[in-house]
């Protein structure tokens, strides 16, 4: 079992910058994949980025490369979405998840566990 607790979101003029956190307890965090996903108000939850549990390999949505780094340390548990030159549509609820597997990264099945979110809103 994983615990997760996002954190870090807040309001935003666009084109700043924001960092979360998600804080993870429980079972060996070093060895799950994280994800960041994010749900707009009417949308679907949608993939944002992921790494591997060594953290050799990242994976990113095409509209935020370039703007969005995902980190991680495993000696204090926590990975990060470090979100620069945010913009409007970039509002969301932001979630991380954990899962066993590196395959299917983007998709929500894979990941067995959740945070339970942090608003992030970018005013134009």
């Known amino acids: 079992q994983v615990q997760l607790v996002e954190s870090g979101g807040g309001l935003v003029q666009a084109g700043g910058s924001l960092r979360l956190s998600c804080a993870a307890s429980g079972q060996i965090f070093s060895s799950y994949t994280m994800g960041w996903f994010r749900q707009a108000p009417g949308k679907e939850r949608e993939f944002v980025a992921a790494m591997t549990y060594i953290g050799g390999s990242t994976d990113y949505k095409e509209s935020v490369k370039g703007r969005f780094t995902i980190s991680r340390d495993n000696a204090k548990n926590t990975v990060y979405l470090q979100m620069n030159s945010l913009k409007p549509e970039d509002t969301a609820v932001y979630y991380c998840?954990?899962?066993?597997?590196?395959?299917?990264?983007?998709?929500?099945?894979?990941?067995?566990?959740w945070g339970q979110g942090t608003q992030v809103t970018v005013s134009s």
């Open positions: 998840a954990a899962s066993h597997y590196w395959s299917g990264h983007t998709n929500s099945q894979p990941y067995s566990y």
